[in-house]
Each structure stands twice: as C-alpha cells, then as structure tokens.
C-alpha cells in the first residue's frame, strides 16, 4: 500500500466511524445537540475548503487539489468532514449555532494560515477541530464542552462496556495500522498517568481523581481521534513519543493551575511549540546552507 493509499484509506474510516457516531447518537446513545449542528458545521466546513483551496492554488499557479475526479474530490474533503464534525460532536453552544459556524471556520481557515516548512514544503501544524474548539472556548465564555454521559446516556447493562471497547478497538487498529501514531498514543497515556501520580503526590490529590479521566468515552475518543491527527502531529516514532508525552504534561500543569478545558488547551500549546520549532529548524538549516556555501566561496578565492 503506498502512502497516499494508507492515507486515504486511513480518512475513509475516520470520516465513516465519525459520521456513524454522529447517527448513532442522535437516535440511540442520547446526543442532546441538534441536528442543525452538526448540518451548519458541514455545510461552512465544505464552503470554506473548497473556497479557500481555490483561492491558494490561483495565488500559487498550481491547480486545485480537489481536482482530478470524483474520488479525489471525496478524500479531499474528508478531512474537512471530520473536522466539521469532531466540533459538532464537542461543543455544547446550547440552542446557538453561530459558535459551531466560528469553531469551524477557524478550524479550516487555520489550515491555510498557520503553516510551518516541514520536508521542503508547507504544512499546517495546528490541529484544525482542535484549534477552532480551543479559539471558541476562549471567546465565547458561555460556550461549553458537551457533557460526557451523553455519549452513552441511553445504554445500560453490557453495553455500558461493549459500546466504549468497540469505539477504543477501532480506533486502536486504525493508529497502529495506517496513522502508524501508536508511539505517540503510548506516550500520551504513559504521560498521562505520570502526571496524575505527581498531581497525587506533589499536590495531595486522591490518586483516583487525577486517573479517572482515562476511564471516559470522552478521554477514548480524544486519545484515538484527535491528538492523533497524522496531519498535524511528527511522523518519526521518538518526536510521536515526546509530542504524546508533552501533551499530557502541559495537561497536567494546566489542571493544577484550575484551568478548565485543558485537554484542548494542551494539544493547541504543544502543537503552537511544535511549529515554532519547525521554523527554527528550517531556519538553522538555511544557516547551515549559507555557511557551506559562505565556506566554498572562501575556498576558491
């Protein structure tokens, strides 16, 4: 399988795992948020994509991206389609959609406008859904995340525990096969726990609190679904590692300061870093160029 092939592949069962949450929440497992919500996020995800994709490719001289046929068109906005609805998902704006449409149009547009050099080319950095949650939860006071029971509000008996397993089976095979993110997974959940131990000790916190995020639907879908983004997060196994690891640590510095919302907060930081750090990156390689050069020049004369 070629990397475009694993990559598309790998969209194709996000989008459809997603979309079947979606569905399945509104009619079985209680999702108290509208269907409008997840329709306005679509619909201003899909506009914007496509609109934006539009304009880059005139300013830059090349064609589209989403041209080239019906199947590239269908996995050129899945991405858009995951991201429009991760936000539908976990926003909770109550009977107000105009926080799903700013969410969402941040979220696209930040994949056109915060970008970093990576591998001679241009790379947006920050994770869209992510991204665009962190911005509105920052702005809009009165915006809130979905609350975590409604995601399995209207099972009962074994399903309480057949429901979570398949979502956190799914996903598992879904990193450890295509993303290839499994590194960066190990080192969220070992950080995670590592930081709950030392909230435990350092704070005296009952050990049992600070762990008992990990055992949430919410914290299942977050760590399989949206800190893993392959976009948006290292390809070689030890940076997977450290940004998984750094992720959880600023989590923890984050919780112990009483800020709430820090797993999206966590995840913004880390990801903001990382690009900053991308850029010093390219820059000390252009140093390094101009010096060789610099150097033969010298050499010469």
Do not use: C
């Amino acid at each position: 399988m070629t990397p475009l092939q694993r990559r598309n592949a790998a969209l194709r069962r996000f989008g459809i795992s997603i979309t079947a949450f979606t569905v399945a929440g509104a009619f079985w497992l209680g999702f108290e948020d509208s269907w409008a919500q997840p329709v306005v996020a679509l619909v201003t995800a899909y506009v914007l994509e496509l609109a934006l994709e539009t304009l880059d490719a005139w300013a830059a001289g090349r064609p589209a991206r989403y041209r080239g046929g019906p199947s590239v068109f269908f996995h050129y906005l899945l991405p858009a389609h995951i991201t429009a609805l991760s936000i539908a998902l976990l926003l909770y704006p109550n009977a107000r959609l105009m926080p799903i449409v700013t969410a969402t149009a941040i979220a696209i547009g930040s994949k056109f406008l915060i970008r970093a050099p990576v591998g001679g080319g241009w790379r947006h950095v920050m994770n869209p859904s992510n991204f665009g949650i962190t911005v509105v939860l920052l702005f809009y006071s009165w915006v809130g995340i979905s609350p975590p029971y409604q995601f399995s509000e209207n099972i009962s008996g074994p399903l309480d525990w057949i429901v979570p397993v398949a979502v956190l089976g799914a996903g598992t095979m879904l990193n450890a096969k295509l993303t290839g993110k499994w590194p960066l997974i190990l080192g969220w959940l070992g950080g995670f726990a590592l930081q709950a131990l030392a909230r435990s000790a350092f704070l005296g916190a009952p050990l049992a609190a600070p762990l008992l995020p990990m055992t949430g639907f919410v914290f299942v879908i977050y760590t399989n679904y949206m800190i893993t983004d392959p976009g948006t997060t290292p390809i070689e196994r030890r940076a997977q590692t450290f940004f998984g690891f750094a992720t959880a640590m600023v989590y923890g510095a984050l919780v112990s300061f009483h800020v709430v919302f820090g797993l999206f907060y966590a995840l913004t930081i880390v990801s903001a870093a990382r690009g900053v750090g991308l850029y010093l990156a390219a820059a000390r390689a252009r140093l390094r160029v101009a010096q060789t050069y610099a150097l033969r020049g010298a050499r010469v004369g």
